[in-house]
């Protein structure tokens, strides 16, 4: 006989636990006595088992004993013989206690995966609106770029006054297009609840192209409205909103196409 075949077959394990039938039961005694290591192995898994059992053990409350005592009369207590537990309890406290830590251990992974899951969708959505931005700029610094580049559009300095002649304003107007750019070189901050007002000079008359808000953290052209027919563009300093006609001694530039 292979004797560690038949140590790994599990045979010894049910024999401990008393799973195995008379006749099997006998034949493993029989294999015991024949066979030294046979015997050293049931020993071991006896005292393996025993182990467990005694490091899970639950020690009764000491008070339920007294409580027992007094009901009855101690007088009547008799120690009785120590009940052998049914070897498969062993075997079912091993099993449960396997389950039982097999089952934390899925849930935990579980947790900490839709953990990992949200973290993801929240740095994918982050990403796609990251890249969203990104073509949307994309887009519009290549309009910017066609215009620029497109024959039919004219540059138009505009010069500071005496107001204040270190302002300096570009404008790039495209009547085909139907398109206008500014770009602001040099503007000094305007004071407190006041803005700058850009106009167009149509025949000579001013027409409102809206307040101008500068940031000094954005360094890029300006879209503003367009207005076909314009001779000329200038920039006045008008109270927050602006106004209806333009106050001509706060003109900072002015130039003409």
């Known amino acids: 006989m292979n004797v560690q075949e038949y140590i790994a077959s599990g045979i010894l394990e049910q024999y401990v636990l008393g799973l195995l039938p008379a006749d099997q039961a006998a034949e493993v005694e029989q294999h015991a006595r024949d066979y030294p290591e046979i015997q050293a192995e049931i020993a071991a898994i006896s005292a393996a088992i025993e182990r ?33 537990r049914p070897p498969w309890l062993w075997l ?16 935990s992974n579980l947790q900490q995966v839709r953990s990992d899951l949200a ?9 796609q609106q990251d890249c969203d931005t990104i073509r949307s700029q994309q887009a519009f610094a290549q309009t910017q770029l066609n215009l620029l580049r497109d024959d039919a559009t ?14 300096q304003v570009t404008i790039y107007w495209n009547p085909d297009r139907q398109a206008t750019l500014m770009d602001v070189v ?34 890029s052209l300006l879209q503003v409205p367009h207005v076909d027919g314009a001779g000329g563009f200038a920039i006045t300093l008008e109270p927050a909103g602006g106004s209806v006609n333009p106050t001509l001694d706060q003109m900072y530039v002015i130039g003409t196409i």
């Open 52 to 84: 467990y059992a005694t490091l899970h053990a639950v020690e009764p409350d000491p008070e339920i004993k007294q409580q027992v005592m007094v009901r009855i009369g101690s007088d009547e207590v008799r120690p009785a013989a120590p009940r052998r």
């Open 186 to 219: 040099n503007l000094p901050d305007p004071p407190a609840n006041r803005q700058y007002q850009l106009w167009a000079l149509v025949g000579g008359t001013p027409v409102d192209m809206g307040v101008i808000t500068l940031d000094p953290a954005v360094d």
């Open 92 to 107: 079912l406290t091993v099993l449960l206690v396997a389950a039982l830590a097999g089952i934390a251990l899925l849930w």
């Open 154 to 167: 004219r540059t138009v300095l505009l010069a500071g006054t005496t107001l204040s002649p270190e302002s």
């Open 119 to 127: 973290d993801l969708q929240v740095s994918f959505d982050q990403l």
